[in-house]
């Protein structure tokens, strides 16, 4: 089994920052591209930033200067540094990975998309 664990949230004034934390854990060969998505409430999840294996990072127009997303592959962690939040940016983030399992040994592959359970993140004017 895969398990994708955030951890990181909480309540932060505005200006202020905070740094999520995501760790994959469980029957993983290898993970292709991580990403943070953030649903704030009664909206909808969309994308907040996406990186790559060699370190590559994408970031959405609204987070661009202020949001810093990093990897470490060796541990299959994910982060995001977040600087001068907004009480726009209060959301459920979660993290995502696309995990590739399996091994040489048996032969058997396979990919998937997981999903983390979410952290709060609540910004207050």
């Known amino acids: 089994q895969v398990r994708l664990v955030e951890s990181g949230g909480g309540l932060v004034q505005a200006g202020g920052s905070l740094r999520l934390s995501c760790e994959a854990s469980?029957?993983?060969?290898?993970?292709?591209?991580m990403a943070w998505y953030r649903q704030p409430p009664g909206n909808r999840r969309d994308l907040v930033a996406s990186i790559t294996t060699g370190g590559g990072a994408s970031y959405a127009d609204s987070v661009k200067g202020r949001f810093t997303i990093s990897r470490n592959n060796t541990k299959n962690w994910v982060y995001l540094q977040m600087n001068s939040l907004q009480p726009a940016d209060t959301a459920v983030y979660y993290c995502?990975?696309?995990?590739?399992?399996?091994?040489?040994?048996?032969?058997?592959?396979?990919?998937?998309?997981?999903w983390g359970q979410g952290t709060q993140v609540t910004v207050s004017s």
């Open positions: 995502t990975a696309d995990i590739l399992q399996g091994s040489r040994a048996t032969g058997r592959w396979r990919q998937g998309t997981y």
């Open positions: 469980g029957s993983i060969h290898s993970i292709n591209s």
